[in-house]
């Protein structure tokens, strides 16, 4: 069975950082599709942010580029999300996602692709005050 367990999300003011990080039971990171996707308060939509391929090409999503960083820990089979530069429209729920392996052969992966993932955890709360 596939566990996805996020954790560090908080609150903080604008401009401050945050890192998250994604431990993951029954399933191995290395060589797979992951990502971030997030769901802002009131909107039912949740959004992929950043996305890492099985050849480990990233692509991030124009609001968070240059200030968020993904990045895994093999040995420890976890997936971190370094949050800079925090600004109150980041407030949102996180979650980390993986598996792409039901994708068709042809689809690239990108960063809105993470909502298509197969597992998802449960999500860590982040808050950004102004």
């Known amino acids: 069975q596939v566990r996805l367990v996020e954790s560090g999300g908080g609150s903080v003011q604008a401009g401050g950082s945050l890192t998250l990080s994604c431990a993951a039971a029954?399933?191995?990171?290395?060589?797979?599709?992951m990502g971030w996707l997030r769901q802002a308060p009131g909107k039912q939509q949740r959004d992929g942010i950043v996305s890492i391929d099985s050849n480990g090409r990233i692509s991030y999503a124009p609001s968070v580029k240059g200030r968020f960083t993904i990045s895994q820990d093999n040995a420890e089979n976890t997936l971190y999300l370094l949050m800079n530069n925090l600004k109150p429209e980041d407030t949102a729920t996180y979650y980390c996602?993986?598996?792409?392996?039901?994708?068709?052969?042809?689809?690239?992966?990108?960063?809105?692709?993470?909502?298509?993932?197969?597992?998802r955890g449960q999500g860590t709360q982040v808050t950004v005050s102004s």
């Open positions: 996602a993986t598996d792409c392996s039901h994708f068709s052969p042809q689809r690239t992966v990108v960063y809105g692709s993470v909502r298509d993932f197969r597992f």
């Open positions: 029954g399933y191995t990171f290395s060589g797979s599709c």
